[in-house]
Structures are given as C-alpha cells and as structure tokens.
C-alpha cells in the first residue's frame, strides 16, 4: 500500500487504510469464486465433503443426485437475508454474487475441462486451502461465500467469537452427518481438509493482526 492509499485516524497517528475500490472488490470476488468453485470440484472429483454449507450442499447432492449448483444456491438464500439485517446492503449484495458465482462455475465448470483422476490427498488439502484462501479473500472484502460464513464473521464482529471457531464447530457436525454417507477413508480424508481449510481461517482471519475492509 502506497503512502497516498493511507490516512491517519483522526486524533492519533495510527495509519488507516484506504477502503477498497469498486473494482478491486469486483476482481476479489471473481478471485474469490474460482479458488472456491476449484475446491468444491476437487472435492466432489474425490467423493469427500468439506464444512459449511458447501459441504452440507456436497452431502445433500450425494443423497440426492441433484447439482452442487442448485443445492448450494437455495441453503444459502435464509443467510443471504440474515446478511441484509445484520451486516448490511453492502455486504449482503457482494455476497450475494458470490454465493451465485461459486454454484455457475460449478455447473459451468465441466463444460470447460473434466478432471479423470484426483488423489485423495489432493482434494481434501487442496480443495481445503482454495476454499479457505477463497473465503478469505471475500472477507477481506467485506463479502462472505455465505451460509455459516456470514454468521461466522458477524460473531467476530460483534466480539462474540473467532470465526474459525465458531466454522470449526460447525464443521464437525457436517463432519458427523457424512458419517453415514462416506467410507471410511473418504471420511478421513474429508476430517482432513476440514482441519487444513479451518487452519487457514484460524491463522489469517483475524482482524487483531490484519486488516479486513
């Protein structure tokens, strides 16, 4: 950040960055889609679940047959309201093209290239960080890929809670229902990349040490 994108609070000499222009918000939300949507196909390519609603919506598309897409599109729309109310018009509408983007890309996605092979060990540590990186970058944009994202970064907002924490433990429930869906090993591996993808918001979601805006 260059000394002309800084400003200093007013009565201290504490460096305040400048807030995000239109369009750098517009490339971080196009960022924030791929890296998310890469995940997810990572993830179905192997069979394995991740947190959330996403891995909630991986769970049902399994039970079902039905689209990621379309699963992941209506289990977000109760939290794209919560969103409105609580974090505002602002942060609602860039959300709300996130969690519209990652569901087209998803669908689109196969039109474009098909993934024949993929290890285990690559969707659940790869699909876990391009999805962790994913949603951060939306935060930092004051954006969220919905579902459990918006109530996780509204806890820490409001100082009720860490935002890993509180996806962590949702995560281990959606960990518990795919149980009686998964083998074993896919499973475990599912345990995995739930635990890389919460280690990455642990780490770097967090407002204390980095700015979010």
Known sequence: MTSSEQKLKPGSDTISPAPHKPWEDALALAEAGVLFALGVMLLKACGQVTGSL???????????????????????????????????????????????????????????????????????????????????????????????????????????MKAGTFQLGVDLCVLLLSIATLPLDRFLWSALGMAVMNSVMIVWHRPDRYIAY
């Open 54 to 160: 996403s891995g909630l919506s991986l769970l049902i598309s399994y039970w079902t047959g039905y689209k990621f897409g379309w699963i992941f599109t209506v289990v977000n729309l109760p939290f794209l309201i919560f969103a409105f109310f609580v974090l505002g018009r602002g942060f609602a509408l860039k959300t709300l093209i996130l969690c519209l983007l990652v569901p087209v890309l998803t669908l689109v996605a196969p039109r474009l290239f098909v993934l024949e092979y993929v290890h285990p060990i690559v969707g659940a540590v790869g699909g876990a960080f391009l999805i962790g990186n994913g949603i951060l970058i939306a935060a930092r944009h004051r954006a969220s890929a919905g579902g459990v994202g918006v109530v996780a970064i509204w806890l820490q907002n409001t100082g009720k």
